[in-house]
């Protein structure tokens, strides 16, 4: 005993379901989930050994010293919209004493597609509410390529272009090095004069000196995520007179981002790369397979249940008694015809 036949049209409606759903997963889900997101908790270090740097508030230097930076990232999900997010960075460079050395803060608006800033939202880069930000906010997008992509620099602040240089692998996973150089670039008047004691000239003579700095900054990006898993940086800080002489070193580090914070950058990039991986290519391609490999099922059943064949054939009836002949005539009719009589010696004529 069979069980009920199961008709063609639903292996039509499977098949085309499937083809559906891998196009939907491919041309929506996936596109749609590459965006920034509102909320942000992050944070990474960064240590720097054998620095250097002078105090302007003891009138002291300093060298062959440790140093920390923290860098902490939270979102203003309230601020931000569906085309637009507003994160607030906080970085702090201290001794291994706890000594705040430098410090820098701002507010940003950026295009959660695209990461570059975009003005409102009250942004602000440490006292100044009026600072223009450009270029790449925080980060670089999703699907990053290998090219020049302009970086907001926060302690120069203005736009450097960041180049790309070559594939490397970080913890074992390829990812893009990207490296700027910028600098030296006024980025403060120090507030009140230095005696000229301590910038080498004479010990009478008090002065008005700005600060500048030159960074170079490398940067490794898992390009599927866009997400920055490693960073490098080296600052130096001069003090110069009016003259534009330069007469003090003020700040001589070169930083790493800490290996544990590395492994767990990483750690989020590879989630997304696998959520791509499954999302983009495994899925859409096992429903196309299986939408595919339905379409001759349903073919076939549709003409074994009893519909149309091709121009010019008759339709096969499952309930014709046909003894293997394919026109459907019983035993003893001629085709087309009616029955010839019976002749009187019980033959047909």
């Given at each position: 005993?069979?069980?009920?036949?199961?008709?063609?049209?639903?292996?039509?409606?499977?098949?085309?379901?499937?083809?559906?759903?891998?196009?939907?997963?491919?041309?929506?889900?996936?596109?749609?989930?590459?965006?920034?997101?509102?909320?942000?908790?992050?944070?990474?270090?960064?240590?720097?050994?054998?620095?250097?740097?002078?105090?302007t508030?003891?009138?002291?230097?300093?060298?062959?010293?440790?140093?920390?930076?923290?860098?902490?990232?939270?979102?203003?999900?309230?601020?931000?919209?569906?085309?637009?997010?507003?994160?607030?960075?906080?970085?702090?460079?201290?001794?291994e004493?706890?000594?705040?050395?430098?410090?820098?803060?701002?507010?940003?608006?950026?295009?959660?597609?695209?990461?570059?800033?975009?003005?409102?939202?009250?942004?602000?880069?440490?006292?100044?509410?009026?600072?223009?930000?450009?270029?790449l906010?925080?980060?670089l997008?999703?699907?990053?390529?290998p090219?020049?992509?302009?970086?907001?620099?926060?302690?120069?602040?203005?736009?450097?272009?960041?180049?790309?240089?070559r594939?490397e692998?970080?913890?074992?996973?390829?990812?893009?090095?990207?490296?700027?150089?910028?600098?030296?670039?006024?980025i403060?008047?120090?507030?009140?004069?230095?005696?000229?004691?301590?910038?080498?000239l004479?010990?009478?003579?008090?002065?008005?000196?700005?600060?500048?700095?030159?960074?170079?900054r490398?940067?490794w990006v898992?390009?599927?995520?866009?997400?920055?898993?490693?960073?490098?940086?080296?600052q130096?800080?001069?003090?110069?007179?009016?003259?534009g002489?330069?007469?003090?070193?003020?700040?001589?580090?070169?930083?790493?981002?800490?290996?544990?914070?590395?492994?767990?950058?990483?750690?989020?990039?590879?989630?997304?790369?696998?959520?791509?991986?499954?999302?983009?290519?495994?899925?859409?391609?096992?429903f196309?397979?299986?939408?595919?490999?339905?379409?001759?099922?349903?073919?076939?059943?549709?003409?074994?249940?009893?519909?149309?064949?091709?121009?010019?054939?008759?339709?096969?009836?499952?309930?014709?008694?046909?003894?293997?002949?394919?026109?459907?005539?019983?035993?003893?009719a001629?085709a087309?015809g009616?029955?010839?009589?019976?002749?009187?010696?019980?033959?047909?004529?």
């Amino acid at each position: 005993m069979t069980g009920p036949r199961v008709p063609w049209t639903a292996f039509a409606a499977a098949s085309a379901f499937f083809v559906t759903l891998a196009a939907l997963l491919r041309l929506y889900v996936y596109p749609s989930a590459l965006v920034m997101p509102l909320e942000q908790a992050r944070t990474y270090r960064m240590t720097a050994s054998g620095a250097q740097y002078f105090d302007t508030a003891t009138l002291t230097s300093h060298a062959g010293v440790s140093l920390l930076s923290t860098t902490t990232v939270s979102g203003d999900a309230g601020a931000g919209g569906p085309d637009t997010a507003v994160w607030v960075e906080f970085t702090s460079l201290t001794t291994e004493g706890g000594d705040r050395i430098d410090y820098h803060e701002r507010r940003t608006a950026f295009d959660r597609r695209t990461g570059l800033a975009v003005a409102c939202c009250d942004g602000y880069v440490d006292d100044d509410p009026g600072a223009r930000q450009e270029g790449l906010a925080f980060r670089l997008p999703f699907r990053a390529e290998p090219r020049t992509y302009p970086m907001y620099d926060v302690l120069l602040r203005t736009a450097v272009p960041l180049r790309y240089e070559r594939q490397e692998r970080v913890f074992g996973r390829p990812a893009y090095r990207y490296t700027y150089t910028a600098g030296p670039i006024r980025i403060e008047d120090v507030p009140g004069q230095l005696p000229g004691k301590v910038l080498g000239l004479p010990e009478w003579r008090a002065v008005n000196v700005a600060r500048y700095a030159e960074v170079i900054r490398t940067i490794w990006v898992e390009p599927e995520s866009g997400l920055t898993v490693k960073v490098r940086e080296h600052q130096r800080q001069t003090l110069r007179t009016p003259d534009g002489v330069e007469r003090k070193v003020a700040l001589l580090a070169d930083l790493d981002m800490m290996p544990e914070d590395v492994a767990d950058r990483m750690a989020d990039a590879e989630a997304f790369a696998r959520w791509v991986l499954l999302v983009r290519d495994l899925l859409p391609g096992l429903f196309l397979a299986a939408g595919l490999a339905l379409v001759p099922v349903a073919l076939r059943r549709r003409r074994r249940d009893g519909r149309p064949g091709p121009a010019g054939e008759p339709a096969v009836r499952p309930d014709a008694e046909t003894n293997g002949d394919p026109a459907g005539v019983r035993p003893g009719a001629e085709a087309g015809g009616e029955p010839a009589a019976a002749g009187a010696d019980g033959e047909r004529k």
